[in-house]
């Protein structure tokens, strides 16, 4: 007689969603990435933030993914590197590579240098993807998550928000649909989530192994849709938000800059009154789990500070690099100072917004 399959159980039974509304949800830790209401079919997205709409099996999945419940980074950087970072002269993280990038096709909408864009329309029609999980906006900058099958999708989408997204929702709309190389951009919070979701040994299945490409955005924090839009677009500005035609970080300004051109702006530490509060216990500033990291931080204007970190984003980067897609120069040795001390000042945020709100499980 064969012997009796034995069955894993989860590591988190038991910790259901009423565990996650008391450690994560009520206490306002919450980054509202989606990552549970992308995967489990009793949590949906209502009043702005996840809400259980059917009985709890108490199966531990929405505990087990969340990134703020815990998040091991020396067990993720093992399982995705092959070894953890020098503490002491990695505070971007792991990464194979540093450069200064430019789209040679610049999009009107895109941020800087246009090179996450880029990436992912070449992922796309180099067949490492099938579509893209992409974060676009209506005509009021309300975030809408979707799922991006053309370049010219993709490129619609293009543009920093800056406004919290629950864009990883998108993903079960990809598997819905199919799509068996999901690609996927966004925040660093969002890349935590969804590392976790493909790294972790639980024996939760519903596809994860679709998802194929992670490109992560530098983020030092993001803002409350509401806040930003009554307090400083509204309110400061006397601006209609549908009369805005993009936002930007510059030279330590938070600018708007309306359909006519013209700019209006302040200090960013002037808009710490709209911060998501979420953002608080957050330690990554580069998406440190990226598959290949893009931000403007470290490099002129017009360009984009690229970090490949595992050997698909190096492959990505370096066929788009032969292929004429980007062009690139050597990152200054000042701008990647620049960019380190960032991380680690949000890092050092990180230690006393954890203090301040009694978090334990987040670990560094």
Known sequence: MAAKEK???????????????????????CCRCGTCEAFCPRIEHKNNRPALVNYDPLCGLCFAYCPRTFLDMSEMESGLFGRTRNANDEPLGVFQKAASAQARERQDKAQDGGVATALLVHALESGVIDCAVVTDRDDEWRTVARVATTADEIKDAAGTKYTISNSVFAIKDAMESGYQKIG????????????KVQLLKEPYEFGQKRIALLVGLFCMENFDYDELMDGLVKGRFALNPKDVSRFEIKKGMFRVIDKAGKAHEVKIEETDAYTFKGCGPCFDFASELADISVGSVGSSDGWSTVLTRTNLGERL???ALAGGVVQEKAISEKGLALAKRLAGNKALRFECKSQEMNLSGIVR
């Open 317 to 319: 980067y370096a066929s």
């Open 184 to 195: 996927f951009v966004g925040t660093p919070c969002q890349i935590q989530a969804l590392r």
């Open 7 to 29: 069955y894993a159980e989860p590591t988190y039974l038991e910790c259901g969603f009423g565990e996650l509304e008391y450690k994560v949800i009520a206490p306002q830790v």
